[in-house]
């Protein structure tokens, strides 16, 4: 148990629909990242924030948005839903967010049907 | 850019070692990290090896760094069943804020 946790475990949903998914770090890391995990792309770096602020951003769609909160649990809000979002989504943490070891959730798998 | 390379399939009998490869390009990494995913679950970290480290030895895991060819290998000893899973390889981008990955290399060991 890496101690990060993730919310839901599973989610089904419809084209065209948003969806959040929740993650709450490991206590005492600041920063969070999030991963898209899929068969033709493999994992692929979203986004990163760091005690609240966004710190880097990597293939994330403008359809995906992400906060950090001041207790540092973060979500993951994905709109206009396709059938190509169907992923795994992994939540990791790190304690200061630079040239860091990861500590990787258990994800959420997404399906759009 | 940034990539990592690895092969795809590694195929084991239980009691040999098995040995994963991987390629990097961004010798910047502070670190250089194995992951394992098991069959329907997460990402744990394995090991991992300070990238001024030639090798790093973990119970039946051993890690070797190359830095001069940009070469990373996990070998485990005597290779269990519960061993078979995803071994991913992965650094970390330029700026130290992400992890870049490897296709992971799927290890499928028989008894």
């Known amino acids: 148990d890496s101690g990060v946790t993730q919310t839901p475990k599973h989610l089904i949903t419809a084209t065209g629909q948003r969806v959040t998914l929740r993650c709450s770090p490991r206590?005492?890391?600041?920063?969070v990242y999030w991963y898209q995990q899929s068969l033709d792309q493999g994992l692929q770096f979203l986004i990163q924030?760091?005690?609240?602020?966004?710190?880097a951003k990597g293939n994330i769609l403008e359809r995906f948005s992400a906060q950090q909160f001041p207790d540092l649990h973060s979500e993951l809000n994905l709109s206009s839903l396709e059938l190509g979002d169907s992923a795994l989504y992994f939540c990791?943490?790190?304690?200061?967010?630079?040239?860091?070891?990861?500590?990787f959730g258990p994800g959420t798998r997404l399906l759009v049907l | 850019g940034e990539d990592v390379e690895q092969s795809l399939f590694l195929s084991v009998r239980e009691g040999d070692s098995s040995v994963i490869n991987c390629t990097y390009t961004?010798?910047?990494?502070?670190?250089l990290y194995w992951y394992k995913q098991e069959p329907g679950a997460g990402l744990q970290l394995l090991t991992y090896?300070?990238?001024?480290?030639d090798m790093k030895q973990d119970q039946r895991l051993t890690v070797l760094l190359n830095k001069k060819d940009k070469h990373l290998s996990l070998r485990i000893a005597d290779t269990q069943t519960g061993d078979s899973a995803i071994y991913f390889c992965?650094?970390?981008?330029?700026?130290?804020?992400?992890?870049?990955f490897g296709k992971g290399t799927t290890l499928s060991v028989s008894s």
């Open positions: 206590s005492g890391d600041l920063s």
């Open positions: 924030y760091y005690n609240g602020e966004e710190r």
């Open positions: 961004d010798s910047s990494s502070t670190y």
């Open positions: 990791a943490s790190s304690l200061s967010g630079i040239g860091e070891t990861q500590y």
């Open positions: 090896i300070f990238s001024n480290m």
């Open positions: 992965a650094e970390n981008n330029q700026a130290g804020t992400a992890l870049i």
